[in-house]
């Protein structure tokens, strides 16, 4: 396992971390039982993977209780973050509908006492759950998180983008006018806009960024095609027909750079990521320790020449090459 330093933070991270949505939600096809969720994160640890990120809203509270028992004890040998924002403690959420997001200062102490409670521990980083434009320009929001890194609540904080609810222009502002040492956001060989303008602002200002959906939700690992039904819990149901029928049609397109590089398109989706000097780690949904130790594997420091990396970039820009759909 190779590691990166998180932007400002300095902390020293893994190039794969683990978030814990899929061993506390069943969104993603599978239901893990608590026994296996910490097998799984001992093995993650086993791997080198010294990231874990949480959340109150995963399983409300799941997430945070299953980590504190997999690494009870533990103080220093593990990095967790949290993402924090939605009111889980006054409202219920149903299926996957968002619900009411608070940032004031009485709310984030309390839901981060009642996350440390749960973990059993200090967490390292705190990062906004998907905030809106209104919080990012809200000044007490950021006093606020001064605050707590003054008093060595949290060593850093940072923010995590919500691309249905805020993103280019959101990460922009928070990461020039804000004292962030994270941003999380989607990237992946399907999806390169706009984190590829954030990526050149977040190394001018020394802002580390952790990548989530690298998979295109299934796409690139071959987990997704055509003939894919999801269930009515799964998270990707948002995923239309028409994108998964073209998005498979731009794989085409680049399976034979894969081969000539001895790659899976899962291997060469996730080194074109870490092929990005502004990223420091990818969170892949994992839902099997198999599949996490292969998402380990390609932490190897042999990823892409820049040629190679900007080769898969002009792609993009040309849609791979494929006449886009007619709706």
């Not at 006054?90 to 996957?96: A, D, L, W």
């Not at 198999?290 to 820009?317: P, R, T």
Request: proline share 2%.
């Amino acid at each position: 396992m190779k590691y990166r330093r998180l932007g400002r933070s300095n902390l020293m991270v893994s190039e794969i971390g683990f978030g814990a949505w899929s061993i506390a939600l069943d969104w993603w096809g599978k239901k893990f039982d608590d026994e296996e969720a910490i097998k799984m994160l001992k093995r993650a640890y086993d791997l080198g993977i010294n990231y874990y990120q949480t959340s109150d809203i995963y399983g409300k509270g799941r997430s945070d209780k299953l980590i504190g028992e997999a690494f009870k004890g533990m103080k220093n040998e593990v990095i967790i973050s949290t993402l924090l924002g939605y009111d889980i403690y006054s409202h219920t959420q149903i299926g996957h509908d968002e619900i009411a997001q608070r940032f004031d200062e009485e709310f984030m102490y309390y839901a981060l006492e009642q996350t440390e409670a749960r973990i059993g521990r200090k967490v390292d980083l705190l990062i906004l759950h998907n905030p809106k434009m209104e919080v990012i320009l809200d000044d007490e929001v950021f006093r606020m998180l001064e605050e707590l890194r003054r008093k060595e609540r949290i060593i850093h904080y940072g923010v995590g983008l919500g691309p249905a609810i805020g993103w280019r222009e959101e990460g922009i502002i928070a990461m020039e006018n804000r004292k962030i040492s994270t941003l999380l956001t989607v990237y992946n060989l399907l999806e390169q806009q706009p984190s590829r303008d954030l990526f050149e602002i977040a190394k001018s200002n020394d802002v580390g960024t952790w990548v989530r959906v690298p998979d295109a939700s299934g796409i690139l690992t071959g987990k997704v095609n055509a003939n894919t039904v999801f269930s009515s819990n799964d998270h990707r149901r948002f995923r239309s027909k028409e994108w998964i029928i073209e998005s498979l049609k731009k794989i085409e397109n680049i399976k034979d750079m894969a081969e000539n590089k001895g790659w899976s398109i899962k291997e060469l989706a996730m080194k074109f990521i870490l092929s990005e000097d502004s990223v420091s780690g990818i969170l892949p949904t994992v839902t099997s320790i198999e599949e996490m130790e292969e998402y380990a594997s390609f932490s190897d420091g042999k990823y892409l020449s820049k040629d190679e990396y900007q080769y898969l970039k002009n792609m993009y820009d040309k849609n791979f090459l494929v006449e886009p759909l007619k709706a």
